[in-house]
């Protein structure tokens, strides 16, 4: 049975194989600088293409390609491609020798938001154009998530209403107003919100008349609502026994 090897040369020899392995993963790092810091020839795109806009995609390609030797990294392709409109996540790698592959995930537009700009399913608000008939959400900063789920939960409750959303706003201090395409706005104000706007739907058989005529139902009262009209709402006509 052979005697293992004296510490000191096992030492040694441990020493030599750690500067092997340095060796090799310096030699490695080197080529993988020296790819990064080659001219970017091509620019492959990948993931989801379909709402971005070919002429940003376009623009972003020739920007990239003509960048000076060395200064174009992963990082800086990855910010520049997230500039681009719809683009939600961005990965980019590097192909060997001269490409740059950018792979992208886009929005997806449930709404617009405020004055001019767009918010996806999961309440993410984004800068974007969009031909789109959506409906309008407001609120404040951060919000998205919250207004989204009051719209879904007042679209069953308001469908008796025969008048879809065109807009639905959360103020600062927390109300909500809902703006039908009719023109009429419902105050629904803080709280119990989708209650309220139930009994607008149960009346609305009896007072859809009525309604054609008004600029806002207050629903914000306990047991009931009050229409507003434009103009004062004609006198009733009195009853025969009335007249006596």
Do not use: C
């Not at 390609?65 to 990855?78: C, D, I």
């Not at 009429?184 to 709280?191: H, Q």
């Not at 006198?235 to 026994?241: D, G, L």
């Amino acid at each position: 049975m052979s005697k293992p090897a004296p510490i000191g040369r096992r030492i040694v020899a441990g020493i030599g194989a750690v500067a092997v392995v340095a060796a090799i993963a310096a030699t490695g790092w080197y080529g993988y600088h020296t790819i990064l810091e080659q001219p970017v020839k091509r620019v492959v795109f990948a993931g989801d293409l379909d709402r971005l806009p070919h002429a940003e995609l376009d623009a972003l390609s020739q920007a990239i390609q003509s960048a000076p030797s060395g200064s174009v990294t992963l990082a800086t392709v990855r910010e520049a491609a997230k500039r681009v409109p719809w683009v939600r996540e961005v990965t980019v790698r590097r192909q060997f020798p001269d490409a740059v592959e950018i792979t992208f995930q886009a929005h997806e537009a449930f709404a617009r938001w405020n004055d001019d700009q767009l918010v996806s399913p999961l309440g993410e608000v984004f800068d974007a154009e969009d031909a789109e008939q959506l409906p309008r959400l407001r609120g404040p900063e951060s919000t998205g998530a919250a207004v989204i789920a009051e719209y879904r939960a007042l679209l069953p409750v308001l469908a008796p209403v025969a008048s879809p959303i065109a807009e639905l706003r959360l103020s600062a201090r927390g109300a909500w107003q809902v703006l039908l395409e009719s023109g009429l706005v419902l105050e629904l104000g803080r709280g119990d919100t989708p209650a309220r706007a139930q009994r607008l739907a149960a009346a609305w058989p009896q007072v859809a008349a009525r309604a054609e005529q008004a600029r806002y139902a207050d629903l914000r009262y306990p047991n009931g609502f009050v229409l507003g009209t434009r103009d004062p709402l004609p006198a009733p006509v009195p009853r025969e026994r009335d007249k006596k």
